[in-house]
Each structure stands twice: as structure tokens, then as C-alpha cells.
């Protein structure tokens, strides 16, 4: 838990981020257990590669400019948009799947919506994005209500004020154009899924209303709750309960001066969330006249040596790597049966964990892992090559950690907060992720910290010594032997040394596979080539003692601009051990073989 004093820093430190860099959003949690008015569905669209829907200033939204929403000739000129007769987009749904000549598209998209309300009066109105990628400059009835910048987490924008009792419509400019300052940069090697990607809605709350809360298994403890429910605009000392029915606990407390109501409390008979027993409780929340509910597992996760311990005990992560890209279809993932299908591969290789590569997923990958019991490693898009002098990407990367935490920090199934993926050594890159460490365990002591390094090599000795490795929990290294380096014979060669004493996971390895191409062990891209490889690395691995877990590259085929061999990737990378139409390669039934002997295996 933040100290006071920190805490009000680090809000200084985002709001002086968010005034710089134009974001006026507020954070709801748990939103899926509001009340919402969903605006999901099909929106107009209008494609502005030459930003004209702005006006003349391109740093600056000209209210006449398309957010205006105009229907008719304004005086001086013919109005040459429009939105009515302009096609439709599905949303949630990322635009280059949906579109044929959308596929490659990179830049300002114009979406609009209109829609009904009738406001509550003394209620409070937001309208919630669960992600658009990457800026977001929103306006409802023509009025700016907010920008957001970052493609992968939720926001909203406070339109109280704004929406008219009736007919009202909202304009957003998504622009997903790729920058040096912007997180990820220029070069990644996934999709570039532009789009309103996720759910929206409008959500009402009270005046004073719950914007966040912690209730977690203290260390150490089998029944231990501790934690804080904080009501944004209560005066101190306002009663806030905490009740878990299927314990028979009910708690009350009241807010300090910050509106933090804390918690500390016994609840005998708690049984604690592990992957063999997700076991989620029911908790409600009441603060004045706001009523909020979730479901929450408890379990504690520690460090203990080169150990990680779940409940006191030590576990193998049996993980493996995902993008969130739909199965059979493509584009960018969102829903719970996305979730569902993806996880569902997990479970049936016998796995007990998930790296949410590279970026956060929907909330319905984190409810879905707490629901069938995978732990899961959540991950900021600080990738390969940053602007690690830059103060925008700075404030970007620490803008995003600081959503993903807030939204996830109560689901048993996280346990990982990775920092950043494969970022090249410099004092410059470990200064700015260690800030990032630092900023993330105030916000959450409670769950690990880690990063995914590369693996550097002298001869067949790999040495952890990255100096990223001091500030974690627990060591991330991703290795390509027998595929990038290295041949596949001779992976069971390679030794690897752990200077620093601390868990390791191997967070990539892997090789390419076309589905339904078969060849001999020796043939790139065939399915035994790749299966081969995996088994190489297994036998590798028996001989790392202080190995926790492992997340092979990767769960299923994505998209990705960089891999373009015709016939073979033909813009996918090909590593997945499923294709992206959800046929399983002889590597899926690898991994589960081993997984199932693991399992088998006392820790
Ligand atoms: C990596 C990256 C991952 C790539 C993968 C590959 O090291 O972390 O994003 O997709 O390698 O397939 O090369």
C-alpha cells in the first residue's frame, strides 16, 4: 500500500504526466459489476489519413472540425463529411479485420455513435473505453471529454455535465499512429490493431463512490484479510462495510481524511485460491449510498530463495506465452469466449500458467484465469527498443503500469507484474525500468515483480547477470537456442548460471511451425522440427535447479508485419503451437506431455 505521503506524490507525478500530455481521465474499477449502459455495437466511421476532421492545428481539436458531428452546410462552406451516411464498424472489434482495405491501415480513424440517455439526477455519469488503440480524444454532443493515450487499458471520461436527458451522440478520434515516444514505439512484432478494441459503456455512481480497494491474504496467514476500500469525495470518517456472506464476516470502518477506509480481519474458514481450486467469494461493499460487489480469491505468492511459494508452498509454473489475438478468426481478442477458448488450450496441456504477452488483456482474461484457477504474469508494453530519455515515454509506461495494477490488483489469478520484454541493456533502459519497479511494488506489495531479459551467452554457458535482475522477484529470460542461435542436437549442452540466487522462468523459447507441414526433424518450419526443438529444451531444463516455471513462445499463430515469407508466415509468426484457425501442431501435444509429467511430479 502506498504511504500517505508517496501516494500523493505519485498522484502529483500523474497528474502533472496527465496535464503535460492532455489526459483527464478518472479510473472506475470493477466495472463489470455496475450497472452500464453498453454502447457496444456498430458505429460510423470515417478514415482521415490526412487528419482533415481535426482542422488546421493537427495538435489541437478544432470543435468544428468533425467532432462537431455537423448535418448540414454550415455558413461559409459546404460541410464535406458525414457521419450518418458514413459505413459502420463493430465495437469492440480492432479495424483491420473487419475491413479488407483496412488491413494495413495506420492512423486517425473517426468513430461516432449516437444514443439515447436519460440521466439520473444525483447520480454521477462516466462513459468507460475497456481500451482503444493508442490516443483517444473523445467528444460527446460536440464538447471534448477526454483524451487518453495508451492502447491496452481502460479509462473514462466524466460526462455528467455533458449528456442531454434524450437523444445525444459521442465522436471519437482514435489515432494509432506508431511513435518514437509513444509505448509500445515504432517496431513490435505483433499487429498494430488500431480501433475502439474493446467494450464501452456509460456507468453511473453516487456522488461519492468506491474507486478502488484492496482485500488480500496477509503473508503468512490461512485467514488473514488485509487491505483498504477508498471512497473518492468522503469526508473523514464516513462508515465503509466490507461483508464476505459465504464466511459470515461483515466489517465496518471508517474513512481518513484521504477517503481510505482500512481493513484487517479473520474470516476462519477461508479457503484459499490455488489453479487445483479457484475458490472465488463473493464480497460486498457499501460506502454511503454506493453498493459495490466483486468476487475475490485469496492466496498468498512469495519469494522464498530461488522458490516462488503459493500458499506457503513451493509451485512449478507450467506456463506458456499468448498474444491476445482471436482464435479462428484474428484481430485483436476482448470477449469472454476469446478468453475462454484461449485459457481452455492452457488447461488441456495441463498448464497452471499464462504470460499475457506483451501488453494487458481485457478484464475477461483476468476474471476468466480467476474462475478455472491459471495464475497469470500481466505485462506493460515497455518493449524491445524504448525512448528511454524520453519523459512522455516515461510518464506512458508508468500511465499504463498504473492502470493495469489498478484494475487487476484483486485478482488471485495475478501474481506477476512484468515490467518490460526483451529491452536492450543500458544504464539508461534499467534506470527507467527500475523506476518502474519502484512505482509498481507501492502500488501493489503484494505480488511479484519481474521482466522478461535475453538471454546473452559465452560459448554454451548463459550467465543471469542482467542488471535488471536486481530490482526483480523473480528473473525472466527469453532464449531462442536452436532457432535464432544454436543448433537443436545440442540444446541439452547449454548450462546456465544464477548469480543472483533468485527464481527463473524461462519466459520465451520456441520455434516456427506451418500447420500440416511435416518433414523430417531437420526441416525448419515443419511440425517435427518444432516439437523436436521443444523436447530438446525440456531435456535442457531438467538440469536447472533453480528453474520455477516456464513460458514457451507461443500458444497460437499471430499477426505480425514483420513475418513475411509467401506460403509459410505470410504475415503470421508461425511459432504457435496452434494455428490461428485452432489447429494443433505435434508441438501442442508435446508440451502437454511434458506438463502432464510435471503435474504428476511432487514440487
Ligand atoms: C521475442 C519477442 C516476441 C517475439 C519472439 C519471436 O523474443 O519477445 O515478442 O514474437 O521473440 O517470435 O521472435
Known amino acids: 500500500m502506498l504511504s500517505h505521503g508517496r501516494f500523493a506524490a505519485f498522484c502529483l507525478t500523474l497528474l502533472l504526466c496527465a496535464v503535460a500530455y492532455g ?27 490526412y487528419r482533415g476532421g481535426w482542422g488546421n492545428n493537427p495538435e489541437k481539436a478544432d470543435l468544428n472540425g468533425y467532432a462537431k458531428n455537423a448535418h448540414t452546410n454550415s455558413v461559409g462552406g459546404p460541410t464535406e463529411y458525414n457521419f450518418e451516411k458514413s459505413p459502420t464498424l463493430n465495437v469492440p472489434g480492432d479495424w ?27 447520480m454521477r455519469t462516466f462513459l468507460n473505453f475497456g481500451a482503444v488503440n493508442y490516443r483517444a480524444d473523445v467528444f460527446v454532443n460536440g464538447q471534448p471529454v477526454c483524451t487518453h493515450e495508451g492502447g491496452f487499458t481502460q479509462f473514462d471520461c466524466e460526462v455528467t455535465s455533458t449528456l442531454k436527458d434524450g437523444d445525444n451522440f ?44 484492496s482485500l488480500q491474504l496477509k503473508k503468512g496467514s490461512e485467514n488473514e484479510i488485509d487491505g483498504y476500500v477508498h471512497v473518492t469525495g468522503a469526508s473523514a470518517g464516513t462508515e465503509v462495510s466490507v461483508s464476505v456472506p459465504a464466511l459470515h464476516v461483515t466489517k465496518t470502518a471508517q474513512t481518513d481524511g484521504d477517503g481510505r477506509a482500512a481493513f484487517s480481519f479473520k474470516a476462519a474458514g477461508l479457503q484459499r485460491w490455488s489453479p487445483e481450486h479457484p475458490q472465488l467469494y ?8 454506493d453498493e459495490l460487489k466483486d468476487q475475490i480469491g485469496f492466496r498468498t505468492v512469495e519469494v522464498q530463495g530461488d522458490k516462488i511459494l503459493l500458499n506457503g508452498e513451493p509451485l512449478f509454473l507450467r506456463g506458456v506465452c499468448m498474444h491476445a489475438e482471436t482464435p479462428y478468426k484474428t484481430g485483436r481478442a476482448w470477449s469472454q469466449q476469446d478468453a475462454e477458448t484461449l485459457l481452455g488450450w492452457v488447461h488441456e496441456m495441463h498448464g497452471n500458467f499464462v504470460r499475457l504477452a506483451h501488453y494487458p488483456y481485457d478484464e475477461n482474461f483476468t476474471r476468466t484465469a480467476d474462475r478455472m484457477g491459471i495464475l497469470v504474469w500481466s505485462e506493460v508494453p515497455v518493449y524491445w527498443s524504448i525512448d528511454w530519455a524520453s519523459p512522455a515515454a516515461f510518464a506512458s509506461a508508468s500511465q499504463q503500469l498504473h492502470e493495469n495494477i489498478r484494475r487487476d490488483h484483486n485478482k488471485a489469478s495475478v501474481i506477476l507484474w512484468s515490467m518490460s520484454n526483451e529491452t536492450p541493456v543500458s544504464d539508461a533502459r534499467t534506470e527507467f525500468i527500475h523506476k518502474l519497479t519502484v512505482l509498481a511494488r507501492e502500488q501493489d506489495p503484494t505480488r511479484l515483480i519481474t521482466s522478461a531479459v535475453v538471454t546473452h551467452f559465452t560459448g554454451k554457458t548463459a550467465v543471469m547477470n542482467d542488471p535488471l535482475g536486481q530490482y526483480l522477484d523473480v528473473l525472466g529470460y527469453n532464449e531462442y537456442i536452436g532457432w535464432y542461435m544454436g543448433k537443436v542436437d545440442e540444446i541439452p549442452d547449454y548450462t546456465w548460471e544464477d548469480p543472483m540466487g533468485k527464481p527463473l522462468i524461462m519466459s520465451e523459447f520456441g520455434g516456427g511451425a506451418k500447420a500440416g507441414m511435416h518433414g523430417d526433424v531437420n526441416t525448419r518450419f515443419s511440425e517435427e522440427f518444432q516439437a523436436k526443438l521443444l523436447d530438446e529444451q525440456f531435456a535442457m531444463f531438467k538440469k536447472i535447479p533453480f528453474l520455477a516455471g516456464l513460458t514457451p513462445w507461443v500458444l497460437m499463430d499471430f499477426r505480425s508485419p514483420t513475418r513475411q515469407l509467401p506460403g509459410l508466415q505470410d504475415f503470421f509468426n508461425r511459432k504457435g503451437f496452434i494455428s490461428d484457425q485452432g489447429e494443433k501442431k505435434k508441438a501442442f501435444f508435446t508440451v502437454q506431455r511434458y506438463y502432464g509429467e510435471l503435474q504428476q511430479k511432487p514440487e
Open 23 to 49: 489526459q483527464q481521465t478518472k479510473l472506475l474499477v470493477d466495472v463489470d459489476h455496475r450497472t452500464q449502459t453498453s454502447l457496444n455495437g456498430p458505429w460510423h466511421y470515417i478514415v482521415d489519413p
Open 96 to 122: 483491420n479485420t473487419q475491413k479488407k482495405e483496412l488491413l494495413f491501415y495506420e492512423g486517425l480513424m473517426w468513430y461516432e455513435k449516437d444514443f439515447t440517455y436519460h440521466p439520473k439526477a444525483g
Open 170 to 213: 459521442v465522436v471519437v478520434a482514435v489515432d494509432d499512429t506508431r511513435t518514437v515516444e509513444r509505448v509500445p514505439t515504432l517496431k513490435t512484432d505483433w499487429w498494430n490493431y488500431g480501433g475502439i478494441t474493446r467494450e464501452v459503456s456509460l456507468v453511473e455512481v453516487p456522488e461519492k463512490y468506491i474507486d478502488d480497494y
Open 282 to 289: 463473493d464480497v460486498a461493499m457499501q460506502a454511503g449510498s
